[in-house]
T-cell receptor, first 114, second 116 residues
Framework: NAGVTQTPKFQVLKTGQSMTLQCAQD?????MSWYRQDPGMGLRLIHY???????DQGEVPNGYNVSRSTTEDFPLRLLSAAPSQTSVYFC?????????????FGPGTRLTVT | AQKITQTQPGMFVQEKEAVTLDCTYD???????LFWYKQPSSGEMIFLIY??????QNATEGRYSLNFQKARKSANLVISASQLGDSAMYFC?????????????FGKGTTLSVSS
């Protein structure tokens, strides 16, 4: 049981390049989310998904795309990287149902855009 | 308006002392959960403690307790007997039941420094 995994751990991009941050969970969680963490800002929600085929925008969605073709995977795509997207990205997953309790975070991806 | 407010950018405490990290929240949803996470310098998010809005008693987990004052909309984290390893960033977060994605709303965090 690996929990939530993210790849890569570090990435450097040039302005205008595209890339996909990978996120996978093996807990059969319905809900998955992407956050970015910037200094002094806490974690902010980018996109989330309540199940395969269903995604929606969070607080800061511009410049990012997501899709959820399987329960396990929730990739985050940067279409044309900008220096403002330099950040640490966290993926998280949680169960649906009666509990508001469990949310699991991946180890994070540190992205630098030059 | 901010939904989660952490007013202490930094806190300093000596080993073995207790420390309280403040958190206030704003919601109109009667059903919600409050969380505290620890983020050490290594960067991972470590879950510490959870309080449900309908829980009658304050949550406790080892040296961590949550001072939940519903009428004041505050959910302060109390760390008893601080240790050097408690030095980290601490985030308060909330999940509202009426949020379809049940994603967390985070405060900006408090940096705790524990000295010997």
């Amino acid at each position: 049981n690996a929990g939530v995994t993210q790849t890569p751990k570090f990435q450097v991009l040039k302005t205008g390049q595209s890339m996909t941050l990978q996120c996978a969970q093996d807990m059969n969680h319905e809900y998955m989310s992407w956050y970015r963490q910037d200094p002094g800002m806490g974690l902010r929600l980018i996109h989330y998904s309540v199940g395969a085929g269903i995604t929606d925008q969070g607080e800061v969605p511009n410049g990012y795309n997501v899709s959820r073709s399987t329960t396990e995977d929730f990739p985050l795509r940067l279409l044309s990287a900008a220096p403002s997207q330099t950040s640490v990205y966290f993926c998280a997953s949680s169960t649906s149902g009666g509990s508001l309790y469990e949310q699991y975070f991946g180890p994070g991806t540190r992205l630098t855009v030059t | 308006a901010q939904k989660i407010t952490q007013t202490q950018p930094g806190m300093f405490v000596q080993e073995k002392e207790a420390v309280t990290l403040d958190c206030t929240y704003d919601t109109s949803d009667p059903s919600y959960g409050l969380f505290w996470y620890k983020q050490p310098s290594s960067g991972e998010m470590i879950f510490l403690i959870y309080q449900g809005s309908y829980d009658q008693q304050n949550a406790t987990e080892g040296r961590y307790s949550l001072n939940f004052q519903k009428a004041r909309k505050s959910a302060n984290l109390v760390i008893s007997a601080s240790q050097l390893g408690d030095s980290a960033m601490y985030f308060c977060a909330m999940r509202e039941r009426n949020q379809a994605g049940t994603a967390l709303i985070f405060g900006k965090g408090t940096t705790l420094s524990v000295s010997s």
